[in-house]
């Protein structure tokens, strides 16, 4: 300390100042510099230097960085100008991420919602040209629910076994290399593409098994497909139930498997729900797996298990692929139909989630 | 809860049979093989995918004429054989890379603004709403992609000719700006974003309350805070979030299928029409492959499988690797 030199100690003791109680913009002045660069980016526009909403709304974007950046450089100094140019720039961010979410939900809605009546809701594409207007997805929704309501059969079981495996049994079991293995692909599997998945149904149990295309085979590929949320999510709502409560249950010499089906999964269940109902909702937009494990049909066809049957992406691929008018207008309208189903699954998940949520403290 | 109701019955065999040890009762092992079973269900269905596409890929491996690396066409019905997987190597890794430069910076943009600058309570509905964006199916940002973005991408593409023209991936000989590479780069950097955002949101809100405020009390502006505190602990997490994010770009199928006009070609101009990917390919030749097609399908599907997997491994690894930084409040 004794070292510094008083020059230094004044230019330190002035900077500390200048932190402290330094020169900052005024309050307004993000404002001004915002309400500025409008209006200068307007009237380049007027004066046709610039066209188009989006040209100028850029203009002034960066006439607003420029200026901000700018004014505070030379009144707080560089490191005040470069915060306020990453917090803009940060806002920018979100504001480019927010603006597609707006524009295809937008979207949807106009280009959806002329199609929707009674009759597009209760009629199959059965003997509806594609250039014709009319016909419905009735045969779609049924599909879609049917499948995604096995793979949720088949899905969500396992899924929840496999959490109680890796939360209650593994800590203790003799080989942690098992629970860890089974931990990590988990993860891995979150990440293989639908797609594949669906090639993997097709090779295992159309081409080997030699079972039929069918909506059971879309259904297989589906479950495969949630498995990995289901896990994930059960495994955390596993975790956050008290150690106290199992201890409490095991100390009444309840056996294990009695205190986890009635202690522990009643406890966690709203979270489960929770998980199992987000993950339906993941899958039920998959179009991919669908494509090469079903057949396109345009009747109406209640068994998953025999034939041909429709589902909602496929009827929103076969409509925009065929390409009229009339067809493209029905997909948009069967675009629609799928967000407003994922979206009421997604809401739901919401409010079980609250009301259990309460339940957990 | 419900299980006093079975205390009565039980509680002195039980207590005792447990003290001796030897407690094996009939439930427990067979609830615990279950969910045993379950779990090795899992890593089966895994092995199994790689083995029945492996084995349902040979066919096409032995008749095909061509090197099936080097190759850009796809004739596989034809006699002979000729196909590769070049070109859908290329149209995969530009159409990720395009998406990766854009996703990622706003990416964790979003990710800081939700967690470090907007207002609290702001932040939950933000974050719900990017995770909406994630709810959308693949299918409808395809159609989005070909009705909504292609006519604004017009403007941006000629601008791109005219003043960045000398760059080969920005110029466009053909003057058509629709169904191009770019455009589903474009369009998957959307679709990926809800992954890189949530992800790194999650590191973000991880980074030890302590470290933000020494950081802050030594007089730093937000910005040196987040650049001290924040991203050196963030950063594992953020690779591997970009990671994830690449994966589920190397993959997508639907939306790219409807974007690109397929065309198995290597062609440099990003803003021209054409291009195609592993998945895109699959999807669009599937139903009118032959056994041979259906075969060589099934290969590019390995290939691209094979790629995804070592992604996310490395992605998974680089998180668990750092484990011992989460969670350490």
Known sequence: MATVGSGEFERSTSLLQDALAGRRLPRWGVGAVGLTSLLAAYLLNVLTVVDGVAGTFLVAVLLFVIGQTGWSFTVEGRRHAVDRLATTTVYAAFLIAVTPLVAVLGTVLVKGFPVFSAQFFTTSMRNVSPRSEGGGLYHALIGTLEQVGLAALIGVPIGVLAAVYLVEYAPEAKSRRLSSAISFFVDVMT?????????FIYTAFILTLGLPR???????ALAILMLPVIVRSTEEM?????RDLRESSLALGIPRWKTILKVVLPTALGGIITGAMLSIARVAGETAPLLLTTFLSQSINSNPFKGPQAALPTFIWDQFTSGTDASRARAWGGALTLIVLIMILYAGAKVIARLTGAKKS | MSSTRELPATPAPTASSGIKGKSVRRGDTVFRGLSRIAGIAILLTMSLIALFLVWRSIPSFTVNTANFFTTSEWFPDQTPPVFGIAALAFGTLMTSIIAMILAVPVGIGVALFIS????RRMSAILAFSTDLLAAVPSIIFGMWGLEFLTPHMQGLGQWLNDYLGFIPIFRNDLGQYSKSIFIAGVVLAIMILPTISALSREVFTQVPRGNIEASLALGATRWEMVRQAIF???????????MLGLGRALGETIAVALILSASNSINWHFTEPGGNTFAANIALRWNEAGSTGLSALIASGLVLFIITLVVNVVARGIISRHAEFRGGN
């Open chain 2, 232 to 242: 050196p602990f963030a950063k594992p997490g953020m690779i591997s979030a970009a």
């Open chain 1, 214 to 220: 069918s909506g059971f085979a879309a259904s297989l």
């Open chain 1, 238 to 242: 596993l975790r956050l139930v008290p």
């Open chain 2, 116 to 119: 470090h600058y907007a207002h």
């Open chain 1, 191 to 199: 990440g293989v593409p639908s797609v594949v998945i669906g090639l």
